[in-house]
């Protein structure tokens, strides 16, 4: 008898337990961090570095979950639109309080369509076109009224300024592009950009590697001093083939046969076997999005000053050898830079 009232008081005891347990799980606030791109790419685990710092650090509980689209790996326009649609169920599913949406892919794949329109708040991080572009701002020049977000601006002065003090004159630029929403975004900042007194005198925007190596091939013959190796990770191998390119074997050809000193606008350049880069910080824009989140969910004081933001960090990427072979004397104010952020290679 008391033995069956005892089983019983501890099934009751441990369906309670499970029945609070589930509660909490359910109460607490969703925080969803949305990657255009594959968990592998350098730049993604930088942002979700400065993301964790974060939201690791706080001591209030949350629900976090990561998706990644994996765009770049995508072979056509047919996959990018599954995997999109796959990125809208889980988001259906998980119905954040908070969408963190990285990158433009993500935006124009997944994101644009949940602002305005329900409870889940977005903050769009490293984009770089205009947030009009994907709906997030209305015509009144005001922010969608779930929406904020921080802009990828592309440390072009910092990398002209780079370019004076290795140089000391006028420079010839060349600027090599992928087709592709991110590639799109990143050209559009160099050419409005004021490079006086150098000046770009070629400019390429392709979708396949045999057009690359044509392009370097030509800028051969152009004297001259820099190529700007905007995105490339996706490049396909032909333009009938929709497989791509492995991210290394572009960097490491374009090393190999360009005359002009290549220059990354990413850490990924350098990851993948490159010699320089300047770029955007993916942590502190990590950083800037975790914050926003938790203010939105009230765990965080709000910053005062506008929703939408630009970045203004960057970090230098060093691959010494691989710079030197290109016989240039770079100023140890960089090298030390690259050091101290553990983005240095001998």
Not at 4 to 16: C, D, K, N
Not at 138 to 151: F, I
Not at 265 to 274: A, E, L, N
Request: with cysteine; hydrophobic share 40%; charged share 20%.
């Amino acid at each position: 008898m008391k033995t069956g009232i005892i089983a019983t008081l501890i099934s009751v005891f441990l369906l309670l337990a499970f029945a609070l347990l589930s509660l909490f799980h359910e109460t607490k606030p969703r925080i969803l961090i949305l990657h255009s791109f594959s968990r592998e790419d350098s730049s993604v685990m930088n942002m979700d570095q400065g993301i964790r710092k974060v939201l690791l650090n706080n001591r209030q509980p949350l629900s976090l979950r990561w998706h990644y689209l994996a765009i770049d790996s995508q072979p056509d326009e047919s996959h990018r639109r599954e995997v999109a649609e796959q990125g809208k169920r889980v988001i259906d599913q998980c119905d954040p309080d908070v969408l963190i949406a990285v990158d433009d892919e993500a935006q124009e794949y997944v994101a644009r369509y949940y602002a305005g329109h329900t409870h889940t708040k977005i903050f769009f991080a490293a984009i770089d076109h205009d947030p009009k572009s994907y709906g997030y701002i209305r015509k009144d020049n005001t922010p969608v009224k779930n929406v904020a977000g921080v802009m990828e601006t592309l440390p072009l002065a910092p990398m002209r300024d780079a370019l004076t003090a290795m140089y000391h004159r006028p420079l010839r630029l060349g600027v090599l592009s992928m087709a592709g929403v991110t590639g799109q975004g990143e050209l559009q900042q160099v050419q409005h950009f004021n490079w006086a007194p150098d000046q770009i005198v070629s400019q390429v925007y392709a979708e396949d590697f045999p057009s690359w190596q044509a392009a370097i091939q030509q800028m051969n013959t152009q004297q001259l001093d820099v190529i700007l190796v905007l995105d490339y990770s996706g490049l396909r191998v032909s333009h009938f083939s929709t497989a791509s390119v492995p991210d290394q074997e572009i960097v490491h050809w374009i090393e190999q046969h360009s005359t002009a000193l290549p220059i990354g606008i990413s850490t990924d350049y350098v990851h993948d076997g490159g010699s320089f880069s300047i770029s955007p910080s993916a942590e502190e824009m990590g950083e800037t999005a975790a914050h926003q989140a938790l203010a939105w969910l009230n765990i965080e004081p709000p910053k005062s000053g506008s929703p939408i933001s630009h970045s203004d960090r960057y970090r230098i990427a060093l691959r010494d050898k691989a710079f030197r072979a290109h016989h240039i004397t770079l100023p140890d104010i960089y090298v030390a830079n690259a050091q101290l952020d553990q983005l240095y290679w001998p």
